[in-house]
């Protein structure tokens, strides 16, 4: 299979390594604006050639798309212009809905499916693509009846490949999700993160650091050029989490400064996510399971 990657960072490099180590790639060519980024995807061996769009989507069986979210739906509309009727396409933007409105009414929307495969780390560029990043991972595939077929099969396969369970919603469904389980822990980090900063005294909090506010504020050492972007793209749905999690918020200062019990049972309630993520625990739990069930083939 010939395999171009456009955009060479993480979740592109990382999908072309496990693809050639799959041996589902044959021939990987890369594309990305930045000419240090594709000098160093060619020297860490993560694609046999760097090329020009133009030349090089024209012959490839299979087209990933990985770059900022706002830069996605011109170069997806130029790459479907430019395709055989053979061509696979995706972007693996973290918002969809509108990317895939874009090109709705386009000749070739049927080579297109429009996936989010669930998986990263707070790094970019060349040098952050991981073998197995996907492993066990989900990846959601969006409005799948607007993909032919063949193309949509072809896509399965990729992720399957990789190790990935598939999920199927709808592009708003998708964008409504994952400002939740995504996009707002982002925001969190970063406004964390600033809060912290602003602290004259914090040169002794830093050294005070441990793994507790490292982890949490890992988040906050994402690209503003990447995240910036997903957060504009998904504002309606961004800004309605960030309300709900604004309503906690005040819930617990108000508990801690007149509630301790009422403050205790919120913590309590919040350990109920352990049992939610390990797959165990009680009928939330059930509802949540139910949830991949119903968008899973």
């Given at each position: 299979?010939?395999?171009t990657v456009?955009?060479?960072?993480?979740i592109?490099?990382?999908?072309?390594?496990?693809?050639?180590?799959?041996g589902?790639a044959?021939e990987?060519t890369?594309?990305?604006a930045?000419a240090?980024n594709?000098e160093?995807?060619?020297?860490?061996?993560?694609?046999?050639r760097?090329?020009?769009?133009?030349n090089s989507?024209k012959?490839?069986?299979?087209?990933?798309?990985s770059?900022?979210?706002?830069?996605?739906?011109?170069?997806?509309?130029q790459?479907?212009d430019?395709i055989?009727?053979?061509?696979?396409?995706i972007?693996?933007g973290s918002?969809k809905?509108?990317?895939?409105l874009?090109?709705?009414?386009?000749?070739?929307r049927?080579?297109?499916?429009?996936v989010?495969?669930?998986?990263?780390?707070?790094?970019?560029g060349?040098g952050?693509?991981?073998q197995?990043?996907?492993?066990?991972k989900?990846?959601?595939?969006?409005d799948?009846?607007?993909?032919?077929?063949?193309?949509l099969?072809?896509a399965?396969?990729?992720?399957?490949?990789?190790?990935?369970?598939?999920a199927?919603?709808?592009?708003?469904e998708?964008?409504?999700?994952t400002?939740?389980?995504?996009?707002?822990?982002h925001?969190?980090?970063?406004?964390?993160?600033?809060?912290?900063?602003d602290?004259?005294?914090r040169?002794?909090?830093?050294d005070?650091?441990?793994?507790?506010?490292?982890?949490?504020?890992?988040?906050?050492k994402?690209s503003?050029e990447m995240?910036?972007?997903?957060?504009q793209?998904n504002?309606?749905?961004v800004?309605?989490?960030?309300?709900?999690?604004?309503k906690?918020l005040?819930?617990?200062?108000?508990s801690i400064e007149n509630?301790?019990?009422?403050?205790?049972?919120?913590?309590r309630?919040?350990?109920?996510?352990?049992g939610?993520l390990?797959?165990?625990g009680?009928s939330?739990v059930?509802n949540?399971k139910?949830i991949?069930?119903l968008?899973?083939?």
């Open positions: 299979m010939k395999l456009i955009g060479l960072g993480l592109g490099g990382s999908m072309a390594i496990d693809l050639r180590k799959a589902f044959q990987i890369g594309v990305d930045v240090e594709a160093e995807a060619l020297r860490l061996g993560i694609v046999d760097i090329g020009d769009l133009e989507v012959g490839a069986d299979f087209v990933i798309i770059i900022p979210v706002d830069k996605i739906v011109g170069t997806l509309t790459v479907l430019l055989s009727d053979q061509t696979t396409v972007d693996v918002t809905k509108a990317i895939a874009a090109v709705d009414s386009h000749p070739r049927r080579n297109y499916v429009a989010h495969p669930m998986s990263g780390t707070e790094n970019s060349p952050a693509a991981l197995g990043l996907f492993e066990g989900i990846n959601i595939i969006c799948q009846e607007k993909s032919g077929p063949l193309y099969a072809f399965e396969k990729v992720f399957q490949v990789m190790g990935m369970k598939l199927y919603m709808t592009a708003d998708q964008d409504h999700s400002a939740f389980i995504s996009h707002l822990p925001v969190a980090a970063f406004a964390l993160a600033n809060a912290v900063l602290k004259e005294e040169e002794i909090i830093f005070l650091a441990s793994g507790g506010f490292t982890s949490t504020v890992r988040l906050a994402s503003p995240w910036g972007p997903i957060f793209q504002k309606q749905y800004v309605e989490s960030l309300e709900v999690y604004i906690h005040k819930a617990f200062k108000k509630d301790p019990e009422e403050m205790m049972e919120l913590m309630n919040a350990n109920r996510i352990r939610i390990s797959g165990e009680d939330l059930k949540e139910t991949v069930k968008y899973t083939k």
